[in-house]
């Protein structure tokens, strides 16, 4: 396996956008977030145990899971969302493991909202790349992109490792409260600062 660049940030950080500049500069990316989506469409291999676990009415028309009602049920639910996790989580790793070994290249990138909660996708990186910004931003940015109110985006965060742990335990940081322009310049930075340095750069089993 290449050496792999683990990509994480806050909700409303940016981690789509800048997983988006790297794969603009022919970096491979697996992203978490994109495997999850795949499984819980239509015909996705997470539908059927989730239907047998929750019942028809988290599953969409289409066949696919239906997001806000899975969010309901287990939001404030921990059984709930343990049970969810226990489907989804275990496809989601192997998947990302089978897609990593796929790509050639000098470095990946693999995108993980909660890499520093999970221990096995942190064994699984060489470094760690955290895309940071405000919380006033971050709270502007859900509420524009999902609508979702103030109140819920909050809690959203609550839930989620406090931003100083994250900057504390991350190897490299990206502030991204500024444009997409900024956001560029500095992924392009930090892909020279990788290609100069891939050699050098431990190679995960």
């Known amino acids: 396996m290449i050496p792999v660049i683990g990509l994480t940030g806050g909700i409303g950080s940016g981690?789509?956008?800048?997983?988006?500049?790297?794969?603009?500069?022919g970096v491979p990316v697996v992203d978490t977030d994109v495997i999850a989506?795949?499984?819980?469409?239509?015909?996705?291999?997470?539908?059927?145990?989730?239907?047998?676990?929750?019942?028809?009415e988290v599953i969409e028309p289409s066949g696919a899971m239906n997001r806000a009602a899975m969010r309901a049920r287990v939001f404030g639910h921990p059984s709930e969302r343990t049970r969810l996790e226990g489907i989804l989580h275990p496809m989601i790793y192997l998947h990302s493991v089978a897609e990593l070994a796929a790509q050639s290249g000098q470095y990946a990138i693999l995108v993980v909202p909660l890499l520093f909660e999970n221990q096995r996708y942190?064994?699984?990186?060489?470094?760690?790349?955290?895309?940071?910004c405000s919380e006033s931003v971050q709270i502007e940015r859900v509420r524009t992109r999902s609508g979702l109110s103030e109140e819920s985006?909050?809690?959203i965060m609550a839930a989620q490792m406090p931003r100083a742990s994250r900057?504390?335990?991350?190897?490299?940081?990206?502030?991204?409260?500024g444009s997409l322009d900024d956001?560029?310049?500095?992924v392009d930075a930090k892909h020279r600062y990788y290609l100069?340095?891939?050699?050098?750069?431990?190679?995960?089993p």
Not at 167 to 177: E, P, Q, R, V
């Open 167 to 177: 900057k504390s335990l991350a190897d490299d940081i990206i502030d991204n409260n």
């Open 153 to 155: 985006v909050r809690a």
């Open 196 to 204: 100069a340095n891939a050699d050098k750069v431990p190679v995960k």
């Open 122 to 132: 942190r064994d699984l990186v060489s470094r760690t790349l955290l895309i940071d």
């Open 15 to 25: 981690k789509s956008a800048a997983a988006a500049c790297f794969a603009d500069l």
């Open 37 to 56: 989506h795949r499984l819980t469409a239509p015909g996705g291999e997470a539908i059927a145990p989730i239907r047998e676990a929750f019942g028809n």
């Open 183 to 186: 956001l560029r310049l500095q």
